[in-house]
Each structure stands twice: as structure tokens, then as C-alpha cells.
């Protein structure tokens, strides 16, 4: 199993920005698909994006379609979520998960998943 470390949390107001990242300090993520899992107080912890392994395949949860965008640079191998126009509702501990099987789409569920971070907190509010 890969460890994981997301990073780029924090406060920020309605409507605002962050950029969380995804890293296997040592490793490259290229070859694995990895999503974005949130987790709010007392709910269950639900899919918010995916890239897959191979051709660059992405999905995202209808919540955050149109305002989160996954990316990877494959220079660093490392992921990114680019979250614009947060809202309060996205308030959560954010978490990235890898997974190696290599197939050209990902999947937004918790069990396809193999390796998982420790997350990182974002707070939307004013």
C-alpha cells in the first residue's frame, strides 16, 4: 500500500478557492487511479472525483460537477483537486485514495480503493 498525503486544506469564505493535493512521497501516482473522498460531522464519507489510471478519465459526483476539477502533473506525480465556488456544504475532511488496477475509467466508490490518506480539513464559511 502506497502512503498518502493530502495537503492544501483550510478556511476559506463562500464562493472562494482551494487546491488540495495528492502525493506518495517517494513514488509517482501515474500509474494509479486515485479519487477524492469528503467525509462531513456525521455523515458517511462520499466520492467527489476520480482520474483513472489510463487516458486521463475523470467523473465527478453531480454535487460538484462544473465547479471541481481533477488534474495531475505528471512532472511531480502528484494530484490535484481545484475546488471553485465552495460552498458551505463542502465543508469536510478531504481524502485521496489511490488505487492500481490499470484500466481507463475510475470508479467513485470507497471499496475500489486500496490505499487512503489521512486528509486534510476544508472549512467553507464566512
Known amino acids: 500500500q502506497l502512503q498518502l498525503v493530502e495537503s492544501g486544506g483550510g478556511l476559506v469564505q463562500p464562493g472562494g478557492s482551494l487546491r488540495l493535493s495528492c502525493a506518495a512521497p517517494g513514488f509517482s501516482l501515474d500509474a494509479y487511479a486515485i479519487g477524492w473522498f469528503r467525509q462531513a460531522p456525521g455523515k458517511e464519507r462520499e466520492g467527489v472525483s476520480c482520474?483513472?489510471?489510463?487516458?486521463?478519465?475523470?467523473d465527478y459526483a453531480e454535487s460538484v460537477k462544473g465547479r471541481f476539477t481533477v488534474f495531475r502533473d505528471s512532472a511531480k506525480g502528484t494530484v490535484y483537486l481545484q475546488m471553485n465556488s465552495l460552498k458551505p456544504e463542502d465543508t469536510a475532511v478531504y481524502y485521496c485514495?489511490?488505487?492500481?488496477?490499470?484500466?481507463?475509467?475510475?470508479?467513485?466508490?470507497?471499496?475500489?480503493?486500496?490505499?487512503w490518506g489521512q486528509g486534510t480539513q476544508v472549512t467553507v464559511s464566512s
Open positions: 482520474v483513472s489510471s489510463v487516458d486521463g478519465y475523470t
Open positions: 485514495a489511490a488505487e492500481v488496477r490499470y484500466r481507463s475509467y475510475c470508479l467513485l466508490s470507497l471499496d475500489e480503493y486500496d490505499s
